[in-house]
């Protein structure tokens, strides 16, 4: 399609764009005041990221697979196409599009908007599709290949990416494991010397989006020692920044160098800014929040946060966040909507974290970063709060956010990959605001609240949570009920170390990361006590449905009674339907 194609068909499909008043509906988010959110569109699938065109259109790539417990997607494509013909801020127009699961599709994260194409990103490529020309909203000719053969294994198999305007495609390839270690997620574990993954993950690679048919290989990368850089954006000045999630397990697989408190605290989210051979740190340095520095990571010689060694070379971070929010997208405001405050500064989607155990989860929201000339010019604002809901955990969180992107109207929208939800976001206070403003916070359940009892498992993994549940538990023939609330502690990490909770669940229901102990299926054993602590005990080196290794006594370093215990709480959990 010609540019002058292309702005016609924009300037016929573009609606007016006078700012709706704000919806009954909100989907549950809170807000600062002056701004408001509506349900632009619901259930559209795991939508992870999105772009919005010059005419308003909304393209979402959607994701599928063992992360989402191998559930059933929509009917059609992968991607989804969605406009609001009527200026109520909520799609009225629908069109899934792009190869369907039955032809091997799995969807993916990544899509982009350039010279009068869509790109997307799935399965191990990136495709791109002309826009249409005549009417309707959706693509309909066959893709064509930009890059194949990206990585798919390992613990990040996305990939998502961003063209700069110059045509720069700039792809994240998160690493394979989680901190290079010999045997991945294990106590007591090495780092690989040299980190051989480094040659083709953990980094951003460039191509030429106007290129067909280029493969992927070590050629092409542009910057490295990023664990996963999923959020990419670019400034006004040209300035590349990305987020970077940091490692995971400091506590679990290092317990005498760290507490549980460091565990849940450490290491940094971080925004960098990326440079043409820029190493950012990963494996062997993190960004540690209370020294504010880049430290040796304690499988390359550090000794829990004081030792520097070759850090001091590595490329630091222009602003940091909480452990384990887990930043899933960047969007950079450039519109004009939102007061002068807002300008140029940075909207982070946190996905929300699985390993804060024993303390409860974070993320979950939306934070805004000010920045000025590359760099955090004041603390960032949840700008965005309860997505969640009620269960801040992984496998109870009502909306998970995954993706950002700025409409021509200035609204920002913000995707959900648990359920499928698409919020749009406006600003109606006044336009003369000089100073940003967090969110209410948005209020949780906990054990201590009355309505822990109502919403089922408490927020995180509250040193009470299990208690109860695990008196009405059955017992292994020969067990005593004690020891299955000792095996509750051990569980949810009061006692031994052990994040099971965090990748289970705190109900034992599951998450993305691990799978339901509650149903009697088993995927690694009979159901026996004696089978369930064997597995414990060896770990699960090659998970069947789930993304997430377990290593042996789930990283942990767990005594025989702590391990026992354990084993007939899981137990327990797998055969209470059958009571």
């Known amino acids: 399609m010609s540019r002058l194609a292309l702005a016609a068909f924009l300037l016929a499909a573009a609606p007016a764009w006078a700012a709706p008043p704000c919806a009954d509906d909100d989907g549950g988010i809170s807000l600062p005041p002056g701004f408001c959110a509506s349900v632009f569109a619901d259930g559209v699938g795991h939508a992870r990221h999105l772009v919005v065109a010059p005419n308003g259109v909304v393209y979402v790539n959607t994701w599928s697979g063992r992360y989402y417990r191998n559930d059933k997607p929509p009917a059609g494509g992968f991607l989804v196409a969605l406009q609001d013909t009527t200026g109520d801020g909520r799609a009225d127009t629908i069109v899934r599009f792009g190869e369907p699961r039955e032809q091997g599709s799995a969807g993916g994260t990544g899509i ?74 294990t106590t007591g574990s090495k780092g690989i010397r040299p980190c051989v993954e480094l040659a083709t993950r953990a980094g951003i690679w460039r191509y030429d989006a106007l290129r067909t048919g280029q493969r992927f290989s070590p050629a092409e990368r542009f910057a490295t020692g990023l664990r996963n850089g999923e959020g990419i954006a670019f400034d006004a000045a040209g300035r590349i920044l990305a987020t970077q999630h940091g490692r995971d397990q400091l506590r679990e697989n290092w317990p005498d160098l760290y507490t549980p ?72 405001y450039d519109g004009g909507q939102f007061p002068l405050p807002y300008r140029g500064g940075a909207f982070i989607a946190f996905h929300g974290s699985w390993n804060r155990a024993p303390f409860p989860q974070g993320g979950y929201n939306v934070v805004f970063q000010p920045l000025a000339d590359g760099k955090a010019s004041g603390p960032y604002v949840v700008f965005a709060d309860g997505f969640a809901g ?43 605001l000089t100073k940003i403003e967090a969110a209410p916070s948005a209020v949780h359940a906990t054990a201590a609240s009355p309505r822990a009892s109502q919403v089922g498992p ?31 502690r051990v569980f949810h990490g009061e006692v031994g170390g052990a994040p099971c909770a965090g990748c289970h669940g705190s109900d034992g229901k599951g998450s993305p990361q691990g799978p339901d102990l509650t149903g009697g299926q088993w995927l690694w054993s009979d159901g026996s006590l004696a089978a369930i602590q064997r597995t414990i005990t060896e770990g699960v080196a090659q998970p069947r449905k789930f993304p997430d290794v377990m290593p042996p006594m789930g990283g942990a370093r767990l005594s025989a009674e702590e391990l026992s215990a354990v084993a007939a709480y899981v137990w327990a959990l797998g055969h209470q339907a059958a009571r």
């Open 458 to 488: 408490p927020e995180g993994t509250h040193p009470d949570s299990g208690a109860a549940a695990a008196v009405a538990l059955p017992t292994p023939p020969g067990v005593e009920p004690e020891r299955v609330a000792r095996g509750s």
């Open 390 to 432: 009620a269960v801040e955990e992984p496998g109870g969180a009502a909306h998970r956010p995954s993706g950002l992107a700025v409409g021509p109207d200035g609204a920002l929208y913000i995707s959900d990959d648990a359920h499928g939800r698409i919020w749009r976001v406006v600003f109606h206070g006044d336009a003369t």
């Open 261 to 332: 408190e460091q565990g849940a605290d450490e290491p940094a989210e971080e925004l960098v800014q990326l440079e043409p051979n820029g190493d950012y740190g990963w494996p062997t340095c993190y960004f540690d929040l209370e020294r504010q520095k880049l430290v040796l990571a304690p499988e390359y010689g550090g000794d829990g946060g004081n030792a520097i060694g070759l850090c001091a070379q590595k490329r630091a971070p222009v602003a940091v966040f909480p452990a384990h929010w887990a930043p899933n997208d960047l969007a950079l």
């Open 112 to 185: 982009a908007l350039f010279e009068g194409a869509l790109y997307a990103e799935v399965n191990d490529r990136i495709v791109r599709y002309a826009l249409p020309e005549n009417g309707g909203i959706a693509p309909s000719g066959p893709p064509e290949v930009v890059v194949s053969d990206l990585p798919l294994t390992g613990d990040h198999p996305m990939h998502p990416f961003a063209i700069d305007a110059e045509g720069h495609l700039y792809v994240d390839l998160g690493s394979s494991t989680n901190a290079c270690q010999s045997r991945n997620r």
